[in-house]
């Protein structure tokens, strides 16, 4: 049976609570206009990591869908995954967050309002079915 982890996800730009521990940016792009020493301090993330974040000619697919019927939004959420798992770095990088959730508390964050029709949903489920035994 996996072990529970201690993952939750974060709009990006909220306040940052304790419970979230580390606060990891998983947008394609960073914040505009923001400078890297002010991501932390101005509630955006702790560290940024955009390999978990969708290529950005999906990223591009995904904005034309959002508001779309959820059957379609899923299907670029299932070639999301299949784009984040195709690679070496990606699937080392979803083991590498299971691991450490399992032994910290870690937020993964996007800027969607909508938390339901954002990849960050996706990839909530995708780094808890690597979840460690």
Not at 80 to 109: D, H, K
Request: aromatic fraction near 8%; hydrophobic fraction near 40%; proline fraction near 8%.
């Amino acid at each position: 049976m996996p072990r529970e982890l201690h993952l939750s996800t974060f709009q990006v730009g909220t306040p940052a609570t304790p419970a979230q521990g580390l606060r990891i940016g998983v947008t394609r792009f960073p914040p505009r206009g923001v400078p890297k020493d002010r991501w932390a301090k101005d509630g955006y993330f702790d560290v940024w990591l955009p390999v978990l974040a969708p290529s950005a000619k999906l990223v591009a697919e995904i904005k034309m869908k959002v508001d779309g019927p959820a059957a379609v939004l899923r299907k670029a959420f299932d070639k999301y995954e299949r784009e984040l798992l195709s690679n070496a770095t990606g699937r080392q990088t979803v083991e590498f967050l299971a691991q450490v959730a399992a032994r910290m508390p870690i937020s993964i964050g996007c800027a969607c309002a909508d938390e339901s029709r954002c990849h960050r949903s996706r990839l909530f489920k995708i780094i808890q079915a690597h979840a460690p035994a």
